[in-house]
């Protein structure tokens, strides 16, 4: 059974930094995208990143380019956002969602078959 944890959320002042995990497991970590996706109150689910097993291609919305990165522990069955800079913008609940049947790295959460638990990241001003 394919499984993601994500965690790593909390709270943290506007300019700070958290790191987002997600854990996988259920399936080889050799061919995956998995990505990172957010939702504010009242809004529409937003592709934040994501990250592709076959050639190592990243992806980021225009938000948090520059802010967020994105890496993969194979060994560890896990991939990482790094968060810097926040704002309080960046407030939402965070998921992390995989493809496991192209691997293509993509913003949109139709292109993904599995999702994890959100994981609530709240910026203060």
């Known amino acids: 059974e394919v499984q993601l944890q994500a965690s790593g959320g909390g709270l943290v002042q506007a300019g700070g930094s958290l790191r987002l995990s997600c854990a996988a497991s259920g399936f080889t970590f050799d061919d995956y995208a998995i990505g990172w996706f957010r939702q504010a109150p009242g809004k529409e689910r937003e592709g934040v990143s994501c990250?592709?097993?076959?050639?190592?291609?990243?992806y980021y919305a225009d938000s948090v380019k520059g802010r967020f990165t994105i890496s993969s522990d194979n060994a560890k069955n896990t991939v990482y956002l790094q968060m810097n800079s926040l704002k309080p913008e960046d407030t939402a609940v965070y998921y992390c969602a995989a493809d496991l049947k192209y691997y293509y790295c993509s913003g949109y959460g139709s292109d993904y078959d599995y999702w994890g638990q959100g994981t609530l990241v709240t910026v203060s001003s």
């Open positions: 990250i592709s097993s076959s050639d190592g291609s990243t």
